[in-house]
């Protein structure tokens, strides 16, 4: 039995020592390499870049008020199409006190102007009727008695203006009315029943009282990187696509490119605008996020070959082109244009030979 046991123990230590042998053995073989092989073929190579911005409209305004008040009534609300002239909302004046305590003053002292004038004029009538003064005289005192009316009724009218918001004379021209500049759409109207609004002055900007704009005629507003402003023209075409509607793209033609560069998270970029087409099965919104595609260069049926099987050493550039069932030569070749993925071969190469890729290893052992 104990002879036994001992030829067990003998066999487990040989199953050992043999299996140790085999797996360093194995392990101590050298890796088979493989490489990738790509096939010289013609293509197209585009250099793009993609430029995020917003769409707007063109043509944006802030319609404000001509005098101090009060909204009393709103007649539009965003989202409503609105003429030219069309009435927006309506002003309850608050007058200036030294504005309006200036006209009263002016309206006083015309009154006084034309009592006296019109004191004048009588007593001339009454002489020229006797034929006891000239005719000439008499007109120089009606040409005053004129002008003391006519100054009590701008007087007058001033007055009512900056009380009123309106003159009795001209209602329709009345500031109190706040009309649309442009025929558009109204975007916003960020006022209420009951706001105060200011008009504008060299002091302040204004109350705005509502934003219209012609949303017939968008543009794409963006901007794009110092390093790629330079090979952009105006007139090149864009592809502009807004993430908030997937199915939509829109063919643009690239109209500005700003002459000054602002700072943006430490970068220098240029703004740059297109205008964008839009169908009649789309509604776009003004501030919408897009983005633009632009195409910086071209080549169009030249020789590819992926990027990746390139080597470089100093200034030159080499494949290592296949010659054999697993064998390589190294080759110089001149290159072109690139677009991050596929490069062109400008020389070098030949449409149908193959170049040696990215490296595999083949884990399995023979």
């Keep these: 039995m104990k002879r036994v046991f001992k030829y067990i123990i003998f066999a487990l230590i040989a199953l050992l020592f043999i299996g140790t042998f085999v797996f360093l053995f194995k392990n101590s073989r050298p890796e088979q390499v493989r490489y990738l092989e790509h096939e010289a073929a013609i293509g197209n190579i585009r250099r793009t870049t993609v430029v995020t911005g917003k769409i707007e409209p063109r043509n944006e305004v802030n319609v404000k008020p001509q005098i101090n008040g009060i909204i009393s009534e709103l007649r539009k609300e965003a989202g409503q199409m609105v003429k030219e002239g069309e009435v927006i909302a309506k002003l309850r004046v608050i007058p200036d006190m030294n504005s309006l305590s200036s006209a009263q003053s002016r309206v006083r002292l015309a009154e006084i102007n034309l009592k006296q004038a019109k004191t004048n004029y009588d007593r001339e009538k009454a002489l020229w009727d006797k034929r006891l003064v ?83 005629d968008l543009i794409f507003d963006g901007n794009i990187d110092e390093t790629e402003v330079g090979s952009l023209v105006e007139g090149m075409p864009m592809l502009i696509s807004i993430g908030a509607l997937p199915d939509f793209s829109s063919e643009a033609e690239l109209e500005y490119i700003s002459p000054k560069a602002v ?55 080499f494949v290592f082109r296949k010659s054999g069932e697993d064998s390589y030569e190294r080759v110089a070749v001149e290159t072109g244009l690139s677009d991050g993925l596929n490069i062109e071969i400008k020389s070098g190469l030949e449409q149908g030979q193959t170049v040696r890729g990215t490296r595999i290893i083949n884990t399995d052992k023979k």
Excluded: C, W
Aim: hydrophobic share 40%; aromatic share 4%.
């Design 263 to 317: 700072e943006n998270n430490g970068a220098n970029q240029f703004e740059i605008k297109a205008a964008v087409q839009v169908d009649a099965g789309h509604k776009i919104r003004s501030g919408y996020s897009a983005n633009a595609e632009i195409v910086l260069a071209h080549a169009d049926s030249v020789l590819v070959i992926p990027e990746s099987a390139l080597e470089f050493q100093g200034d030159s550039t």
């Design 134 to 216: 000239s005719d000439e005289e008499f007109d120089q005192v009606t040409q005053a008695y004129n002008q003391a009316k006519e100054e009590q009724a701008a007087a007058q009218e001033s007055l009512e203006v900056i009380r009123d918001g309106v003159s009795s004379r001209n209602t329709t021209g009345s500031s109190t009315l706040i009309r649309s500049t442009i025929t558009g759409l109204i975007l916003d109207i960020p006022v209420k029943v009951g706001n105060s609004v200011i008009q504008a002055n060299t002091m302040n900007d204004g109350t705005t009282v509502a934003t219209v704009a012609n949303m017939s």
